[in-house]
């Protein structure tokens, strides 16, 4: 019973490049969350993603960051011309359902590093 | 603005002792107040969780206490052992549907000595 899957462990990326992050969701889970940790901070919430559909997207940088949950394969978040800032780890977070019953479940995150 | 403080940033403890970790929360709309505890190059796991309506919920060795009137909950780990080693975060989401959101604390760095 594999849990929440990520991919890659770590990336490193240069300045002006693009990282794709992917995340799978445990099995039979249908929503999807990201969340951004950087360094001395706690996780901050990003987007929510069902399948096909965004559902809340108030915490993604409103340049450059993209996400998706397609219908077949992964969740995957874009982050295009990445920059130093970027540098953090990225969080994929599952559930089965919405609401406090439905506790989040996370995976080991994506390591980003830009330079 | 940081809605979820939490203190102290590190923490010592000698085994069999007891950890306690804080957290004060700013938005009266909060009504879910998860801890997480992270090993390092781990994502972060469910520890336990309170809901404003009880004051206090133990599991095993973890403990939640949760002041409504102060907006202050804490965390009580008994007999602490060095496998708790790790960082905890406290966490808390609003009612309404959105209790995926939630607002993390910085974290505390919890280390138990053998």
């Known amino acids: 019973n594999a849990g929440v899957m990520q991919n890659p462990r770590h990336l490193v990326r240069r300045r002006g490049q693009e990282a794709r992050l992917r995340c799978s969701p445990m099995k039979g889970h249908s929503h999807v969350y990201w969340y951004r940790q950087l360094p001395e901070e706690g996780l901050k919430f990003m987007v929510y993603l069902q399948k096909e559909n965004i559902i809340d997207e108030s915490g993604m940088p409103k340049e450059r960051f993209s996400a998706e949950f397609p219908k077949e394969g992964p969740s995957i978040l874009r982050i295009q011309q990445v920059v130093r800032g970027d540098s953090a780890a990225y969080f994929c977070?599952?559930?089965?359902?919405?609401?406090?019953?439905?506790?989040?479940?996370f995976g080991n995150g994506t390591r980003l590093t830009v330079t | 603005q940081q809605q979820v403080k939490q203190s102290p940033q590190s923490l010592i403890v000698q085994k069999g002792g007891i950890s306690i970790i804080n957290c004060a929360y700013e938005?009266?709309?909060?009504?879910?107040f998860p801890w997480y505890q992270q090993f390092p190059g781990k994502g972060p796991a469910l520890l336990i969780a309170i809901r404003p309506d009880v004051s206090e919920k133990k599991e095993g060795r973890f403990t939640i206490s949760f002041n409504k009137s102060a907006k202050q909950f804490s965390l009580h780990i008994m007999d602490s052992q060095p496998g708790d080693s790790a960082t905890y975060f406290c966490?808390?989401?609003?009612?309404?549907?959105?209790?995926?959101?939630?607002?993390f604390g910085k974290g505390t760095l919890l280390t138990v000595n053998p």
């Open positions: 966490a808390a989401s609003r009612r309404g549907g959105s209790n995926y959101k939630l607002t």
């Open positions: 977070a599952s559930s089965p359902g919405k609401g406090t019953g439905s506790p989040l479940h």
């Open positions: 938005n009266t709309a909060f009504d879910y």
